[in-house]
């Protein structure tokens, strides 16, 4: 078996891991099918890391239950591994999956758009129309952005003046298309929100990446990191080191730099103006328009509160709301792996509350993010989550986890492999 083999294997463990681990016991359950009368159905909002890990493994593990998946794209694109599109080390192509394999296992899937729920009728009502009946709800609809308090970053956005690339698809390929017609010498900025905001490392590696087509490319050019936060949020020391060793000279990080106005392509911050050639801003963030349209969102007006042993919602009975749209344990990233976790806790818990049994009251879930920070070498943070029944929490499991010593190719092959295999987890491919 070659070492690629080997590695494909190990992250294959992994993911699998996360399953043992959630206390989701798949003897005599992992059916595709199931014949017999429907034991429930089950409408799940967004088919992205969340919402589609949910249906298959709804259908996988409850055999005979209706899923129904509506997503409003035709395609999954994947935010993880789009930061290397946008260096130009990977194509749209490469981070593009269908929706056939969950067609495959008899999941319908809706393309289309979930404009209301009706949580007392239990309906939720689509874009043309119709309405679909659920007895139960799974709502994972990622994040939407808060443009009020920046003076003209609407309008910069929806006139494509400036991107924020942190939905990956269209806006992935127009910050590349940016990129490749900024002239030498010129200055891409980054503008970083205040934390929470939807994977904390990814800002840094997107700098990297930038930096990293501008090496060869445009050596003249600079990468401005503006970062709303006093420090770089997630693995700091080896960004730090990665800046210095490869980029010195093209990557100025700024921090405390809130973003306050845009003009054009001009950052106003506090106290100064950056005049930028490409402006790239990630906008602060809340759960996704659906949850907050439903009423669902109950913590600070941005996130959506739940009951950690079923992911139902706190806000509304029956109705389950899964990865980045939820207010995170202490410590729980929001990751395309986290949203993962919790669609496999929230999968199990439903068929076990259609079926009238007792929910598994110890689940655990787990995370890794890697970060490229060349197009070859990678850097990883991993955590382990146990729910714990006084606080009714997840917490950090003491001593799980970790950072990379340092960055490394082998990890960059798991990096690739990770993503891989997360896609086929939740897509069923
Ligand atoms: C640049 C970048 C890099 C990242 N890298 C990593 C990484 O390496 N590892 C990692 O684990 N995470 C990474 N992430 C984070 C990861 O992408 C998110 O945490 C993850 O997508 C969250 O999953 P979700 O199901 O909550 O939301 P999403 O995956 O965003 O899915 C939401 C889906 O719901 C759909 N939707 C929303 N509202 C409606 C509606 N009303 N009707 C129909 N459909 C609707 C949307 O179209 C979307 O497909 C990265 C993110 C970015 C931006």
Not at 120 to 143: N, Q, T
Not at 299 to 310: A, H, Q
Not at 397 to 414: H, K
Request: proline content about 5%.
């Amino acid at each position: 078996m070659s070492f690629e083999s080997h590695t494909d294997l190990a992250r294959r463990r992994l993911l699998g891991t996360g399953l043992a681990l959630s206390g989701l016991a798949l003897a005599g359950c992992a059916s595709t099918g199931g014949s017999g009368p429907s034991i429930g159905r089950v409408v799940v909002v967004g088919g992205g890391f969340g919402g589609s890990t949910a249906a298959r493994y709804l259908k996988m593990w409850g055999g005979n239950i209706d899923v129904t998946l509506v997503e409003r794209n035709p395609n999954f694109i994947s935010c993880p591994i789009s930061n290397l599109v946008v260096g130009g080390h990977k194509q749209m192509a490469d981070i593009t999956r269908g929706y056939d394999g969950l067609k495959a296992l008899g999941i319908k899937v809706v393309q289309g758009e979930v404009t209301g729920i009706d949580a007392a009728a239990k309906k939720v009502r689509l874009a043309g129309g119709g309405e679909l009946a659920y007895d139960r709800l799974i709502v994972s609809p990622g994040i939407d952005f808060m443009t009020d308090g920046i003076g003209g970053l609407a309008s910069a956005l929806a006139t494509d003046q400036v991107t924020h690339g942190w939905k990956a698809g269209p806006q992935t390929v127009l910050l590349r298309k940016q990129l490749e017609a900024m002239p030498d010498g010129g200055v891409y900025a980054l503008s970083i929100p205040k934390v929470p905001y939807r994977c904390p490392p990814g800002p840094y590696e997107r700098a990297c990446m930038v930096a990293s087509y501008f090496k060869t490319a445009k050596p003249k050019s600079k990468v401005l990191v503006l970062d709303a936060n006093p420090e770089i949020q997630s693995k700091k020391a080896l960004f730090e080191k990665a800046f210095k060793d490869h980029y010195a000279g093209i990557i100025e990080y700024r921090a405390n730099n809130e973003l306050k106005e845009v003009q054009g392509t001009t950052a106003k911050l506090e106290f100064d103006d950056v005049k930028a050639n490409v402006l790239n801003v990630i906008p602060p963030q809340r759960a996704g328009d659906i949850a907050r349209s439903a009423n669902l969102v109950n913590v600070n007006s941005r996130w959506v509160g739940v009951n950690w042993l079923t992911m139902e919602s706190t806000a509304a009975a029956g109705i389950h709301v899964l990865g980045d749209a939820t207010f995170p344990a202490p410590a729980m990233p929001k990751s395309g792996h986290m949203a993962n976790q919790h669609a496999k806790v929230a999968a199990a818990a439903i068929i076990q509350l259609l079926k009238g049994e007792a929910v598994n009251s110890a689940p655990v879930v787990m995370n890794t993010c890697y970060s490229f920070v060349t197009a070859r070498d990678v850097v990883h943070v991993a955590s382990v989550h146990q729910f714990d029944a006084t606080d009714k929490t997840f917490k950090t499991v003491p001593g799980s986890g970790g950072v990379s010593a340092a960055a490394n190719q082998i990890e960059g092959r798991y990096a690739l492999s990770w993503a891989e295999n997360i896609w086929a987890d939740m897509l069923a491919l």
